[in-house]
């Protein structure tokens, strides 16, 4: 069974800071892996979505990678903002699913 | 693109009544829809898959007769939550994806938030 870990459970940096947040997944055999945001009481917004045959992707100020060996993802959060402040989860597609994991609540202090 | 919408948004209701929740792509045709419920601080977890014209594939420990999926269209899929309980109380989610399963990118709605007096 696929198990999704996402620590710390939150974060507060002060604006301006480079950041990095980890996942780690118990299946190596994935076949991509999401990292979403979610505002309080919101849906969730899809922020970078990595094939299982790539290494990393990159929108803006956002860069995720994938180490399906090790069965690790990191995003990276350059130049963090206020507006960056939300919920970050990462979910690990495999065997016609998606697990999520619980989530890291980043906030950024102006 | 790749829009999925949801209505309603929050919904509150009696014990012992049933919610239906619509889950809609509005600007692609989804052949597999997803529904997943958040409890406070949780992760969302899957609760069923629904293929258009067949039925739901519902994940261990979900009670399909509470929790009744129709798929009936390419865009349309809706979830009723049947005699209700506090309990059921929750944050329910769908993505929908534009092919087979996890192959393709899953596109997540706005949410649905239960509130069951």
């Known amino acids: 069974k696929q198990e999704v870990t996402q620590i710390p459970a939150a974060l507060s940096v002060p604006e301006g800071e480079n950041l990095v947040l980890n996942c780690s997944f118990t299946?190596?055999?994935?076949?991509?892996l999401q990292w979403f945001r979610q505002d309080p009481g919101k849906g969730l917004t899809s922020l970078l979505l990595i094939q299982s045959s790539q290494r990393e992707q990159t929108s803006g100020r956002l860069n995720a990678s994938l180490d399906k060996s090790s069965g690790r993802s990191t995003l990276y959060i350059a130049a963090s903002q206020p507006g960056d402040s939300a919920t970050y989860l990462c979910a690990a597609g495999a065997n016609s699913k998606l697990t999520f994991g619980k989530g890291i609540t980043l906030s950024v202090r102006p | 693109g790749a829009v999925v919408s949801q209505h309603p948004s929050w919904v509150i209701c009696k014990s012992g009544t049933s919610v239906k929740i619509e889950c809609r792509s509005l600007d692609f045709q989804a052949t597999t829809m997803f529904w997943y419920r958040q409890f406070p601080k949780q992760s969302l977890m899957l609760m069923a898959t629904?293929?258009?014209?067949?039925?739901?594939?519902?994940e261990q420990g979900v009670e399909k007769d509470k929790f009744l999926i129709n798929h009936a269209s390419l865009t349309l899929s809706t979830l009723t939550v049947t005699s209700a309980h506090p309990e059921d109380s929750s944050f329910y989610i769908c993505?929908?994806?534009?092919?087979?399963?996890?192959?393709?990118?899953?596109?997540f709605g706005p949410g649905t938030r239960l509130t069951v007096l």
């Open positions: 299946d190596s055999a994935i076949y991509n």
């Open positions: 629904s293929n258009e014209g067949s039925k739901a594939t519902y």
């Open positions: 993505s929908a994806s534009l092919g087979q399963g996890i192959y393709n990118e899953q596109f």
